[in-house]
């Protein structure tokens, strides 16, 4: 399901105010959780918190870290770079990271 930003706020909204959620401890401790797997930065920078790392990706650079270092040891992108390269819709393996373009 796919729905503009706009939309979801105002949907967003209303649910709030429908279950009267607004300022609750325990409502704010779960958006809180939720901020800290997914946290947009400026300059389109983006951090996913995975299991095992965390993923920072420059756009349009395309240019991906992650804190297991997979690529730095074994040459190939590890898991969590190609999840969030998928999760921003990049379906190419960015040239710098094919080894001899």
Do not use: S
């Not at 409502?27 to 939720?34: G, K, V």
């Not at 804190?67 to 190609?82: D, P």
Request: glycine letters at 4%.
């Amino acid at each position: 399901m796919h729905i503009k930003p706009d939309e979801f706020e105002n949907k967003w909204e209303l649910i709030i105010n429908e279950f009267n959620l607004e300022g609750k401890r325990w409502f704010n401790d779960i958006l809180e959780r939720i901020q800290q797997r997914f946290v947009v930065l400026p300059l389109q920078t983006c951090w996913i918190k995975e299991r095992m790392g965390v993923v920072e990706i420059k756009l349009p650079e395309n240019d991906v870290k992650c804190t297991c270092e997979h690529f730095n040891r074994f040459g190939t992108l590890c898991k969590h770079a190609f999840n969030i390269l998928m999760k921003h819709g990049i379906k190419e393996i960015p040239k710098q990271y094919i080894e001899n373009h």
